[in-house]
């Protein structure tokens, strides 16, 4: 009997723990669904569903520190969206003072300060026009150009350039001097009377040329440009001729060609002006296509002709070499 107390007692003790652990688990199951409903209430109303489209659709002004009104007068919007542009990530990472800063200037041997070459190269080629009286003797032919000069900014240059320009005798000229010169008793290598005449006359000349460009751009340009320097013409005069060539091996055949029978110089002082327009294939190179028309004038001085007289031994049959001399080359080209 007296051991069956304390088995009683601890069974009590058990019986006692389970039901208050009972009692508890329904009471915590019951509470459950309104804490739920309590928490879901709270957090739909402190944190409200974002609206991302409309907040990316307004800017924000990091600089207005005034949030509690929602409209503001147009000076205030002027001048938070200043602020809001000169907020740039340069701007803001540069400490101050903050400097802006223009185009480089360059140092090195082969570039002006403002990055033009130093140094330009011409290369051209195109026709010639005989004008004024020059018109009357000589016809249109080629014209070559070469040149190198410096250039002291994008805008100025100095070229000095060699030219030679060629051209051809009118035929009622040549016809006129085929009389004169049989009337004169020329033969040909046959002792015959002259029955063709042939000719051509050049002028070239090494001119200094300042050029200044007035307009310019990434891919077009104009220049306007004005030299003056020294010229030498030249007139010749042929008749076919049967010339004769001998080889060691193959022996001696004969060919066609041009026997000069006269010929005329004269040097003077001469001007040019013009105009030019450049093309830039490439905004990367320095290379530049150009065309240009230039009026030359050259101031030849006529020389009196008259045969066996006390100044000059010989006769001048084509005096016109020695007149004043004015045409137009047109010029295509490249400039680099």
């Known amino acids: 009997m007296q051991k069956m107390k304390p088995i009683l007692f601890q069974a009590s003790r058990v019986a006692a723990v389970t039901f208050l652990a009972a009692v508890t688990g329904f009471g915590l199951q019951a509470q459950q669904p309104a804490t739920i409903a309590s928490t879901s209430t709270y957090a739909t109303q402190a944190y409200p569903a974002l609206n991302l489209q409309a907040a990316l659709k307004t800017p924000i ?37 903050r400097r ?60 000095a350039q060699f030219d030679w320009a060629n051209f051809g005798i009118q035929t009622n000229t040549l016809n006129t001097l085929l009389a004169t010169y049989n009337q004169l008793g020329a033969t040909d290598q046959n002792g015959d009377s002259l029955t063709q005449l042939g000719g051509s006359s050049h002028v070239w000349s090494f001119t200094l040329n300042p050029t200044y460009y007035f307009m310019g751009g990434e891919k077009s340009g104009a220049y306007v440009v004005a030299g003056a320097g020294f010229y030498h013409k030249t007139a010749n005069f042929t008749i076919p001729a049967v010339g004769e060539y001998c080889d ?37 190179g320095n290379q530049k296509l150009y065309a240009e028309a230039r009026y030359v004038f050259v ?23 020695s007149a004043r001399t004015t045409y137009i080359p047109i010029t295509f080209g490249i400039r680099f």
């Open 248 to 284: 060691p091996y193959y022996g001696c055949y004969e060919y066609q060609a041009n026997q000069s029978i006269d010929k005329y110089t004269s040097n003077a002082f001469g001007v040019n002006g013009g105009i030019g327009f450049t093309y830039k294939p490439s905004r990367f």
């Open 61 to 97: 002004n990091i600089f207005d520190t005034d949030t509690s009104s929602s409209s503001s007068s147009s000076s205030t919007d002027t001048t938070d969206a200043v602020a809001a542009e000169r907020f740039t990530l340069g701007e803001s990472l540069q400490p101050p003072p």
């Open 299 to 321: 101031d030849n001085s006529p020389k009196p002709y008259s045969l066996g007289s006390a100044t000059n031994n010989y006769f001048n049959a084509f005096p016109q070499n």
């Open 100 to 159: 802006r800063y223009g185009r480089p200037r360059y140092t090195d041997n082969m570039h002006n300060a403002d990055g033009s070459n130093k140094y330009a190269f011409i290369v051209g080629g195109g026709f010639t026009l005989p004008t004024g009286g020059t018109h009357n003797t000589l016809k249109t032919n080629y014209n070559v150009q070469g040149g190198i000069g410096r250039n002291f900014n994008k805008n100025f240059a100095v070229i």
